[in-house]
Antibody, heavy 121, light 108 residues
Framework: EVQLVESGGGLVQPGGSLRLSCAAS????????MNWVRQAPGKGLEWVSY????????YYADSVKGRFTISRDNAKNSLYLQMNSLRAEDTAVYYC??????????????WGQGTLVTVSS | EVVMTQSPATLSVSPGERATLSCRAS??????LAWYQQKPGQAPRLLIY???TRATGIPARFSGSGSGTEFTLTISSLQSEDFAVYYC??????????FGQGTKLEIK
């Protein structure tokens, strides 16, 4: 079964840092691009970051550029999101999602169950 | 950035009836559009990709159509488990990937 499991969320003060992890299983992790998508409470979906299968290509949403860093460890079947200089507006459930499709036209499937990040003093 | 606009924001439909959800892109995204279903407390689930191809395990009552800037998700006969929030997403012009704001499908 293809599965993604996020961890690492929690309560952090404004200006603080947090590292999210996403453990993948049931597929050849090293063959797929991966993404982080977030959802603020009661709001819609916002793409956060993309990393290619071999980590050679990385993109960020403007809202997190310069503060967040995406990375992956293909040997450990794991995806990460290092979040620094956190702001109240970063409060959200963070999902990891596999990019699927090919030729740079990828939809997201599957998604993990999400991990909640709350930025508050 | 491609802006995705979904309508209506909320759709009230009775079980057994048909539901039609719309998604519009601010510029052409060809057929590179996906639909997701999200139930309360759950992660989004892929329903449709390529504007009209059902994902694995998705019932035939879900169908997608459209290309360019206008897209439709149709649920032919609503079941109780279909009441949820639906999002469209374009993956043609990225980064960034962009989502619509969602349509909440509620029981009438």
């Amino acid at each position: 079964e293809v599965q993604l499991v996020e961890s690492g969320g929690g309560l952090v003060q404004p200006g603080g840092s947090l590292r999210l992890s996403c453990a993948a299983s049931g597929f050849t992790f090293s063959s797929y691009s991966m993404n982080w998508v977030r959802q603020a409470p009661g709001k819609g979906l916002e793409w956060v970051s993309y990393i290619s299968s071999g980590s050679s290509t990385i993109y960020y949403a403007d809202s997190v550029k310069g503060r967040f860093t995406i990375s992956r460890d293909n040997a450990k079947n794991s995806l990460y999101l290092q979040m620094n200089s956190l702001r109240a507006e970063d409060t959200a459930v963070y999902y990891c999602a596999r990019g699927y499709g090919g030729k740079a036209k990828n939809w997201f499937d599957p998604w993990g169950q999400g991990t909640l990040v709350t930025v508050s003093s | 950035e491609v802006v995705m606009t979904q309508s209506p924001a909320t759709l009230s439909v009775s079980p057994g009836e048909r539901a039609t959800l719309s998604c519009r892109a601010s510029q052409s995204v060809s057929s590179n559009l996906a639909w997701y279903q999200q139930k309360p407390g759950q992660a989004p689930r892929l329903l449709i990709y390529g504007a009209s191809t059902r994902a694995t395990g998705i019932p035939a009552r879900f169908s997608g159509s459209g290309s360019g800037t206008e897209f439709t998700l149709t649920i032919s006969s609503l079941q109780s488990e279909d009441f949820a929030v639906y999002y469209c997403q374009q993956y043609n012009n990225w980064p960034p990937y962009t989502f619509g704001q969602g349509t909440k499908l509620e029981i009438k």
